[in-house]
């Protein structure tokens, strides 16, 4: 596969602190990515400077080949890069379905679109998020779960090639994560690209073709989930050193 | 059941404006002038709408575009010897332009700030149209009189507001069933989300107070006509701004009849008030809006959707409430 997205030396500082530092990855057509590491190591930061919320202060994003720092955040949707908001944001005021549409409406496809295909795209996206049966529900209403899957909808709506995830799963149940799982698997099959933050472990594990781990805003480690969770300083980072020595110690693994 | 209630819609719409359209023949100048001022102040409230209701921003200096429609009218006519209809759209497409001009900075502006900023703009123009030559200054502008018999002249600015009340009514209702409403919406109802999802927020808030602009400088223009003579105090009184915001709010802001019954239910209380209690008019009056907004602090129209509409009612079966 082609590389879709080229994250090449970014850095990010709030004033001294260096959010993001010299952040170094491609991500490739078609992969899920897994993005993971403790709070406050910058993933929301890095979600952020891809989208054009921030701005990266050094370094360079290309997006199938185009260089995107600087660009706006609704250019950027246009150009294909959707995403989730890990404090959700939905239209309050809007039922569900309308919701949907106005992603339908604008993002990478929208302009060329009536009301009446707006609102079928829409029912098709809910279908997919499987909150379809809500659609006439104003979005106050809903549960997080729903909010949840509902922002997932509305970020597909805008036919985006890469799907920024953050922490989508945050706060559901077991039975809750599973359904969000099987979602982004059919998802990743209709051929869009996905970058998930998310702290539960399993369920990055379980999905990711690889995995970023950031740490204090660098790149601690980019592999396989296997190799990813019996690296050393991964362990260190999320355990703790005791951990890692009484591992040692003990000769398990 | 729907569809019925669609016809139902249609009716009353249907019938109100048959009974707007026959009442001049069956009453007096008085109340023919009164309803004009109800009409204008619909405009008003209507065109305000389009910002406000849908993009949530209040501009409480709108009534600036209303002084300057008023005085592009005049001059056009005086000066540069236009007749009225082309004075009057001229003008209206100048208040477009305009909004478009200060609106790309003040439009970024958020809430209050927004407020503020608009009546700056407002206070400013009424300056300079106090201090220059062109709209003669402080001493007012003397427009030309309409060439017609008195009564025909109270028909054709009955009509001529009536007919401004209708099309920006129905402006408002094709954006809110536009891709503009969708944008305005998910602007008003978070604009961080709304970016996210490709919408050029900047552009649809100027567009909407573009066209805002547009109709409350039509609105204008037939004022000034109208009234023949106007000065900078009159046609940039903040106070216009005021009473068409609360007409607003009252009716229901985000609604295609709120304006309506805002206008309506203010200007109606203001004269059987005033000829009631004439010392204390404006105390009865502010009591009343004080009463209304505590009690249907979102307007008629939400109120009654709440209270009223089908769908309460079922959900109040529902919890069984009823």
Known sequence: MDVLLEVENVSKFFGGLGANQNLTFNIEGGEIIGLIGPNGSGKTTLINVITGNYTADSGRIRFIGRDIVGLTPYVINRLGIARTYQVVQPFVGMSVLENVATGALFGRSGKNRTLKAGLEKANEVLALCRIVDKRNELVENLTIADVKRLEIAKAMATDPHLLLLDEVMAGLSPKEIDDALEIIAKINKMGVTLLVVEHVMKAVMAISHRVIVLHQGKLMAIGNPEAIVKDEQVIKAYLGEKYVTRRKKSGGS | ?322
């Open chain 2, 1 to 322: 059941m729907i569809m019925q209630e669609k016809w139902r819609v249609y009716l009353i719409i249907g019938v109100f404006l048959l009974i707007l359209i026959i009442l001049p023949f069956m009453s007096n100048k008085y109340w023919i002038r009164i309803f004009t001022t109800i009409f204008m102040y619909t405009t008003l409230a209507q065109a305000t709408n389009i910002l406000m209701g849908f993009a949530g921003l209040v501009p409480f200096g709108n009534v600036v575009f209303f002084g300057i429609g008023a005085y592009l009218t005049g001059i056009l006519m005086v000066d540069f010897g236009l007749s009225f209809f082309p004075a009057l759209i001229f003008g209206a497409v100048v208040c477009f332009a305009f909004a478009s001009v200060i609106g790309y900075p003040i439009l970024k502006l958020k809430g209050h700030y927004f407020a503020i900023a608009t009546m700056g703009v407002s206070e400013a123009i009424k300056q300079i149209a106090t201090n220059i030559q062109i709209t003669r200054g402080g001493m007012g502008f003397n427009l030309p009189l309409i060439p017609l018999k008195i009564e025909a002249a109270y028909f054709f600015f009955y009509f001529l507001m009536f007919s401004a009340m209708v099309l920006v009514t129905l402006a408002t209702y094709w954006i809110s069933r536009s891709r503009i409403g969708y944008a305005l919406r998910g602007i008003m109802s978070n604009e961080e989300g709304a970016k996210s999802l490709g919408i050029n927020t900047a552009y649809y808030k100027l567009v909407a107070w573009g066209i805002s602009a547009f109709f409350t400088g039509i609105a204008g223009g037939i004022f000034a006509y109208w009234y023949a003579y106007i000065d900078p105090p009159s046609v940039f009184d903040i106070g216009i701004a005021v009473r068409f915001i609360i007409m607003l709010l009252l009716g229901g802001a985000g609604t295609i009849i709120g304006p309506f019954l805002g206008a309506f239910f203010i200007e109606l209380l203001t004269e059987t008030i005033w000829s009631k209690f004439l010392f204390l008019h404006l105390g009865v009056l502010g009591a009343i809006i004080v009463l209304v907004v505590i009690f249907m602090p979102k307007g008629f129209m939400w109120f009654y959707r709440q209270r009223f509409s089908l769908s309460a009612l079922l959900e109040n079966v529902r919890k069984g409430k009823l």
